[in-house]
């Protein structure tokens, strides 16, 4: 444990922003699945909810850093072409 009161401070900063980006990313992967799901059983209309909704989500985690914007890149253009063959 820390006995510098910065460093103190930089652990609980750092505890915030981890249980942020936890958040962040479970509602991410979520949406994913949701998407999946949707593009799996063949629902056009359901798909297309789910990839605008999923879309946002990844690029407001890229923006903010909690996923790397390739990721996010590459994810919505695997989903693109996913719903296009729906």
Partial sequence: MANIASQMKRN?????????NKAV?????????VFRQ???AGN???AGEAFKAAARRLDKAASSGVV?????A?????????????
Avoid: G, I, V
Wanted: proline residues 0%.
């Fill in 12 to 20: 609980r900063q750092n505890e915030r922003a981890r249980q942020r």
């Fill in 25 to 33: 990313r479970t509602n991410l992967k979520t949406h994913l699945r």
């Fill in 38 to 40: 949707a593009a799996e």
């Fill in 44 to 46: 056009a209309d359901a």
């Fill in 68 to 72: 790397h914007e390739n990721y996010a």
């Fill in 74 to 86: 590459n994810h919505k253009s695997r989903m693109a072409r996913q719903l296009q063959s729906l």
